[in-house]
């Protein structure tokens, strides 16, 4: 390799004397400079060859390859995060459809115990009234005795008082009084 490079710098220190004298008109028209234009144009497009074939395309392979693990990792990574949220997203729809349940399940008991409550509620209300209600009827019911024996006895005061007026007489009491309790036994068995 050595000795194609000098070999190399000789040829062009030659043809570079050469090259520096035409005399007139372009040279690249010249045919007699055509052999160092071409010897010009190969050295120059080889040397370019050369160093981006050694020193940039494996610069721009290795940025190709880097972009390319960088991009194929970016994708694992979005589709790992992506399944990632979509375990969030079902963990979450669980929970909130396990809170919905429970929220229900709360409410139901609470409505029953509120139910229960209200009914038990409401039978002692019941119950209340009953007894109430006998109790009252107990007293009705001493009341009706209570008012018939004071029927009784206002009937025969006052039927003593009338028959007394009208005959202008004294009248046996005892005998208006079993008069009034057999009227008032006929007629109160209706009321009782």
């Not at 194609?4 to 090259?19: D, E």
């Not at 007139?24 to 010897?39: D, R, S, T």
């Not at 005795?145 to 007026?165: H, P």
């Amino acid at each position: 390799m050595k000795n194609f490079c000098f070999a190399l710098c000789i040829a062009m220190f030659v043809l570079v004397n050469r090259a520096f004298g035409s005399e007139a008109g372009m040279p690249q028209l010249n045919p007699e400079f055509w052999a160092a234009q071409i010897f010009w144009l190969l050295l120059t497009f080889t040397s370019l060859y050369l160093i981006i074939w050694k020193i940039f395309l494996p610069k721009i392979t290795y940025n190709i390859e880097t972009r390319k693990s960088k991009v194929v990792n970016d994708l694992h990574q979005a589709q790992k995060l992506k399944e990632d949220a979509e375990k969030k997203l079902v963990e979450y729809n669980k929970i909130i459809e396990d809170t919905k349940k429970e929220a229900k399940k709360i409410i139901e008991d609470e409505r029953k115990k509120l139910d229960e409550n209200i009914e038990n509620k409401k039978q002692k209300f019941n119950d209340e009234i009953d007894k109430e209600l006998a109790v009252i009827e107990r007293e009705v019911k001493n009341l009706k005795k209570t008012s018939i024996l004071n029927i009784n006895k206002i009937a025969t005061e006052t039927s003593t008082d009338i028959v007394k007026q009208i005959i202008d007489a004294q009248v046996n009491q005892s005998n208006v009084a079993a008069t009034v309790n057999d009227v008032v036994k006929r007629k109160i068995e209706k009321y009782i």
